[in-house]
């Protein structure tokens, strides 16, 4: 972070920061806290409140197609597994989405490493969010280490 862009911001202050990372230890830091907004309405334009209007009668329909969907939780699986193959691709693990979706109707034993690693990170998620999202970092991380099958050396399936 380029600290000299915030030092001076109108809309808020660097505040000092610290923790523990489960990789790297402990830190000191700092974060961009913004001021709060305040009760008086911002001054925008027409076509700005016009687009708010706009997104937030979208949103009332999106809420309204969620409560037709008999059992949501059905879009879990598939959403979970997509977000887990595109994390792993940026990790350098590739696997076809079709193969990550289809991944139940193959046996586990034919199963590449590369879906086993991405189906792990997408079990690792899902064990470590249940159904509300992670309140700390490193959640699904340790949940990785309870629930991930043993993905073997690099090479040993052949080149």
């Known amino acids: 972070m380029d600290r000299s862009i915030f030092e001076r911001s109108p809309t808020g202050s660097l505040v000092k920061i610290a923790g523990t990372d489960a990789r790297t230890g402990e830190y000191e ?3 961009f806290q913004p001021y709060p907004l305040g009760e008086e309405e ?3 334009a027409g076509t700005t409140w016009r687009a708010v209007a706009a997104a937030g009668t979208e949103l009332g329909r999106l809420g309204q197609a969620g409560r037709q969907i008999p059992d949501p939780t059905l879009l879990r699986q598939p959403t979970l597994r997509a977000e887990a193959q ?3 691709a940026l990790e350098g693990t590739f ?4 193969d990550v979706l289809a991944a139940d109707l193959t046996e586990p034993g034919a199963r590449s490493a590369s879906l086993r690693e991405v189906l792990n990170v ?3 998620v899902r064990t470590g969010c249940g159904p509300s999202v992670p309140s700390a970092t490193g959640t699904a991380g340790s949940a990785s280490s309870r629930t991930a099958s043993p993905i073997p050396a690099a090479g040993q399936y052949g080149p």
Do not use: Q
């Not at 696997?95 to 079709?98: N, V």
């Open 95 to 98: 696997a076809p989405l079709e």
């Open 42 to 44: 911002p001054n925008l």
């Open 86 to 88: 595109s994390t792993s």
């Open 122 to 124: 997408a079990t690792a």
């Open 29 to 31: 830091h700092v974060a």
